[in-house]
């Protein structure tokens, strides 16, 4: 995914305008071209170390030779600069769109990213390159070039696959990942290998159920490294699609410390530190679990009124639904407010509540959703904190 952003609106319309009557007019004009002197490439660029940038980018390339033009087409382009971003980020429904740039500039900016960039120039005939031509051209004219953007189902990725499916006969006979294989597990292998267990927690956190949907062999494609291993075992009307594979840039390597485990070890502190003060007789201790009581009660109650957002209020369908409710109860932000009051519902309800977290507990692993490992410690701490309050109360 790349981001749109520093430039202002009139010098963007100025600069969007040009190439784009510049690209028309030149491909509109090699139609009369039997030959079609094109060549078309898939672009997929390694991960970045930005989170957006996790999962890596797919992009297609085209070279008129005849025109002189080299150009890369990007799906993942979306306006930082719109007022409304974050709203619309939230709501799940930003528009991305669909933007152009020579090569140099594209291959600039990763460099500067330190991310490698791998070409597959593609094997098609003079037809196919007229369709997938005259598809971007029609891509390009006004509101074609916008689309909402979705996670799993619908991103810069996915759009070039359909397009290479429909267009270039990409037929993919194998899997490319292993059996039994779910959106989140291929999630999980990028953000291990980026080191980032707390953007992971973040994920798991707000990936609902359809995240754990085994994928087919097309739904695995939504990556890019699964669909550049896609074109590299395509096999169309006796042919392979890959007429050869280069690579224009090769990034450094980075070392990078294994903390996967981190937020495990934090929440299991996290625990044992609470048992001890709740388990304390001490003066201090007594003023201060009140506190924790509702600063924990709060903490999940949020969380589960965001996740109830995210599912039934937002276009994000990958977000719900949401089996983490089970501890992010939203109903314990209400209660949170009633800790130092003592009323008795209040006790029948972190009854209610502890039976409801030892049940979670003993069917984590074989509930049909997901849950981060780390998740487990923070369960057993509202558990704990549950159990706590209604001792508190007798």
Known sequence: MSELSGMKKILLAIFFTFYFSFFTFHFLSAQTDTTIRTRISLLTCAPGGELYATFGHTALRIIDSIHQT???????????????????????????????????????????????????????????????????????????????????NDNCTSRVKDMLTQYAGLNVAHPLVKEGTTYRGMLHRYLDAAHMPWSKLGIDILLGSPSDKKVTIEESMFLPDYLMKAVDSSIHTSKPILQQ????????????????????????????????????????????????????LYISGFMGIV????????????????????????????????????PIWLKKYCRFTSWVYLLLLACWFILPQQFNIALFAFTVTLLTTNVSIVRSSI
Not at 258 to 286: E, G, H, M
Not at 314 to 339: Q, R
């Open 245 to 296: 594979k280069n690579t224009l840039f090769t990034a450094q390597d980075v070392i990078l410390s294994d903390n996967r485990y981190q937020p495990l070890v934090v929440f299991s502190l996290v625990w044992f530190c609470t048992a001890i003060l709740y388990s304390s007789k001490k003066k201090l201790a007594k003023k201060i679990t009140p506190f924790i009581h509702s600063l924990f």
């Open 307 to 342: 996740l109830l957002f995210m599912w039934l209020g937002t276009d994000h369908k990958a977000f719900g639904p949401n089996y983490n409710l089970a501890w992010a109860l939203p109903t314990n932000a209400i209660a949170a407010f009633f800790v130092w009051r003592k």
């Open 70 to 152: 080299d150009m890369v087409f990007n799906y993942g382009t979306f306006d930082f600069d719109d007022p409304h971003f974050y709203t619309k980020f939230v709501r799940g429904k930003l528009e991305y769109f669909l933007s152009f740039e020579p090569i140099q500039n594209f291959l600039y900016g990763y460099q500067l990213e330190n991310r490698s960039v791998w070409e597959q120039e593609l094997l098609l005939t003079n037809q196919e390159k007229r369709n997938i031509v005259q598809a971007i051209q029609t891509n390009l004219t006004g509101n074609n070039r916008y689309y909402k953007y979705d996670f799993l």
